[in-house]
């Protein structure tokens, strides 16, 4: 099984990740970082959920001897160093890893969302965001740009920093929990 991005196994519009839902996607392996992931499965879109922006996938013919990632069962702290891991179309063909730190948590959305300094691009989405114990925490999942705003009074004031954000791996559980629940 593998979690990833509503929005990377669903290719529909701001409106509505459901409007072009895959069944069939693929996942790739490769055990060279150096490399392009060259052995690819298909994978069965087995759930999305538009409310948490996350998709449960099955791997067909998985691999053998792949090590699924442990997940981290305590809650990260700010300041708690992380590493996300992705292919951001910058990046080129090869894993590109990001260094940062826990700076926060957003609950304003209804899910809680993990603030993090280490830089998401796209392609990013859907990887794993991982502690120090190599344990996933979170689900990289957006980046939000820093933005300007002349309000109609005259004041400017600047939006924040590039602000990046993982799903909580405690979302995650929460919501395969309830889907196993059924």
């Known amino acids: ?81 992380l590493t996300v891991f992705g292919y951001p179309a910058l990046g080129g063909e090869t894993i590109t890893v990001s260094n940062g730190v826990v700076s926060g948590f957003d609950l304003s959305g209804g899910s809680e969302l993990i603030k993090i300094s280490a830089v998401i691009n796209s392609g990013n989405s859907g990887g794993p965001v991982v502690d120090m114990d190599n344990k996933v925490i979170g689900v990289a999942s957006a980046a939000n740009q820093a933005g300007t705003e002349c309000t109609d009074s005259g004041e400017y004031f600047t939006d924040g920093q590039n602000i990046h954000l993982a799903r909580s791996i405690k979302l995650v559980s929460d919501w395969l929990n309830a889907r196993n629940g059924r």
């Open 1 to 81: 099984m593998v979690v990833t991005n509503a929005h990377v196994a669903a290719a529909g519009s701001k409106n509505s990740y459901l409007e072009k839902q895959c069944t069939t996607l693929k996942v790739g392996y490769t055990t060279d970082d150096r490399e392009a992931p060259s052995v690819f499965r298909n994978a069965q879109v087995l759930e999305i959920s538009e409310r948490e922006d996350l998709a449960l996938l099955k791997v067909s013919d998985p691999l053998k001897g792949v090590k699924s990632l442990e997940l981290q069962d305590a809650q990260p702290l700010i300041g708690d160093s």
